[in-house]
């Protein structure tokens, strides 16, 4: 059984109206989206439920159904709105995040290159090294030993070599 179904007059609806309103007005005060729409339901119930041939009533439907839209897009645009919110918070956290991630890419960087430069420092010291001992033994009749001297000579400096150009093109 309907809520409408006793009512008979143009006074009973125009007061069922009147109290469908207040509900209304109360949903929309304490921002209650539910109950918003629930009283939307209820409105658009009225007039569809409202007789034609009562004379009084078609105003009646219009001004329920108008406040029946009007709680709806209260809905819409509050939601709306929060979404909006939370988009905006999104993007703040996200710029946080991405500014976050650029300062440790930066900071990976840094160090990545800090340690190459430290390795190439040692390859020199070791090729320099490598020299001076390759140079001390110069008379050492020993070609397999020289050999040997002069080959790790070669890797140590291709190293450092490569090194540098990664280096350098990192940066």
Do not use: C, Y
């Not at 105003?59 to 909006?84: H, Q």
């Not at 430290?118 to 490598?130: F, G, H, N, P, Q």
């Not at 002069?150 to 093109?169: H, M, N, P, Q, Y």
């Amino acid at each position: 059984m309907s809520e409408f179904t006793k009512l008979i007059t143009l006074e009973d609806w125009a007061a069922k109206l009147d109290e469908l309103l207040a509900e209304a007005e109360t949903a929309t005060r304490s921002r209650d989206d539910a109950g918003r729409l629930k009283l939307g339901a209820r409105l658009r119930a009225f007039a569809s439920e409202s007789p034609a041939t009562l004379e009084g009533t078609s105003s009646l439907d219009k001004i329920a159904l108008d406040a029946a839209s009007s709680l709806a897009a209260a809905v819409m645009d509050e939601s709306l709105a929060r979404i909006n919110e939370r988009t905006a918070e999104f993007k703040a956290l996200r710029k946080t995040a991405e500014a976050a991630a650029e300062t440790t890419i930066k900071h990976a960087r840094e160090a990545r290159f800090t340690r190459a430069q430290e390795v190439l420092k040692s390859l020199t010291d070791a090729a320099t090294a490598l020299r001076n001992f390759d140079d001390a033994f110069r008379d050492a009749d020993d070609p397999t030993f020289r050999k040997k001297v002069a080959d790790a000579l070669k890797v140590l400096e291709s190293t450092r070599s490569t090194l540098a150009g990664i280096t350098r093109d990192g940066q």
